[in-house]
């Protein structure tokens, strides 16, 4: 699975947008882009993926840039809920192994 | 919103107690998943399963043990708990050829 690398921590000012960049330079062309997220004492929560094309849910959007190098999360409006950690995690969609490697994420704090 | 469900939720128990943690999903999903996390550390895979009467250990070495006798199920048990068995435990499920994991919301356990 390609490296992902994600600044520690950035704060966020409630109601604004929040902007997770990851940088995933080694991607191949066949892995995927995708988040989850850890609020505090509570199970991972997926987020959203992607593989080139720019993704949006009901929880936030995915953009990737043209080259794959790197992509970034964003929370259009954040609440004081949304402060959790944020992994960025890159691998083919339909992969043999199993295990999903959470690194150090980005800790997010919403602040009122 | 996920259907995967943990129970118990908190669990203090003593030194040489069996114990099993429950979890069950109503997705239909094959894949499910156990993973041991400390507090502020990593996920690590201890044990998963493709499907009905499959187990594998995972990553982390484990005394525990899982079993899947139905689709929906896949408890942990450890048969006799001790102290360095402390952790959060969370179980996850997923689709046969997708990588996007579903958790559960945990389960604290505290050895004494």
């Known amino acids: 699975d390609a490296k992902t690398t994600q600044p520690p921590s950035m704060d966020c000012a409630e109601g604004r947008a929040a902007n997770l960049p990851c940088n995933h330079s080694t991607i191949s062309g066949n892995e995927y882009v995708y988040w989850y997220r850890q609020i505090h004492s509570q199970g991972p929560q997926y987020i959203i993926h992607?593989?080139?094309n720019n993704e949006t849910n009901e929880m936030a959007s995915l953009i990737i840039t043209e080259d794959r190098k790197s992509s970034t999360l964003i929370l259009p409006h954040a609440t004081l809920r949304d402060t959790a950690v944020y992994y960025c995690i890159v691998r083919v969609e339909m992969a043999a192994g199993n295990k999903l490697t959470f690194g150090g994420g980005t800790r997010v704090l919403v602040k009122p | 919103e996920a259907d995967i469900y943990q129970t118990p939720r908190y669990l203090v128990i003593g030194t040489g107690k069996k114990i099993t943690l429950e979890c069950s999903q109503t997705m239909g999903h094959d894949k499910m998943y156990w993973y041991q996390q400390d507090p502020g550390m990593e996920l690590h895979l201890i044990h998963y399963s493709y499907g009905v009467n499959s187990t594998e250990k995972g990553d982390l070495s484990s005394e525990s043990t899982v079993s899947r006798i139905r689709t929906e199920h896949f408890p942990l048990t450890l048969e006799s708990a001790r102290p360095s068995h402390t952790s959060q435990y969370l179980c996850?499920?997923?689709?046969?050829?997708?990588?996007?994991?579903?958790f559960g919301p945990g389960t604290r356990l505290t050895v004494l």
């Open positions: 992607g593989l080139k």
């Open positions: 996850a499920s997923s689709e046969w050829q997708r990588n996007t994991q579903y």
